[in-house]
């Protein structure tokens, strides 16, 4: 049985051991993968980061506005503040439609080629 550490092996016995991570990170499957997640990850990100920062910045220096009625007590501040919530829930149910579709069958694909490594 080999003991010595894998930094004292011989780089041919590191290879045939070592999983393929390398040559699927250099796949075009895996940039397809890769592309697919950040074009939607991405973009979604920045509009949901600049939603919360519009929520935060009206809520320090537009008190008028945000104290607006809208119905009874229920004032503007509270409608954005409850529809961050919302579009957390939505954004969150929408890539996780959006993973299932279009992420999961490429990365079962990709594993799916690497065989019984582990």
Do not use: C
């Not at 041919?12 to 397809?32: I, K, L, M, T, W």
């Not at 979604?44 to 600049?50: A, D, Q």
């Not at 919530?85 to 999961?104: E, V």
Request: zero cysteines; charged letters at 20%.
């Amino acid at each position: 049985m080999d003991t010595a550490p894998a930094s004292d092996r011989p780089d041919d016995q590191r290879q045939h051991h070592r999983p393929p991570y390398d040559e699927v990170q250099a796949s075009p499957e895996f940039g397809e993968l890769r592309t697919a997640h950040r074009s939607f990850a991405f973009p979604l990100t920045i509009g949901f980061v600049s939603w919360y920062l519009l929520y935060v910045l009206l809520s320090n220096y537009a008190d008028g506005f945000m104290d607006t009625r809208v119905v009874g007590n229920i004032n503007v501040a509270l409608v954005f503040g409850l529809a961050q919530f919302l579009t957390t829930f939505l954004i969150a149910w929408w890539y996780s439609r959006h993973a299932a579709a279009k992420l999961d069958p490429r990365a079962k694909a990709i594993k799916a080629r690497l065989g019984d490594n582990p």
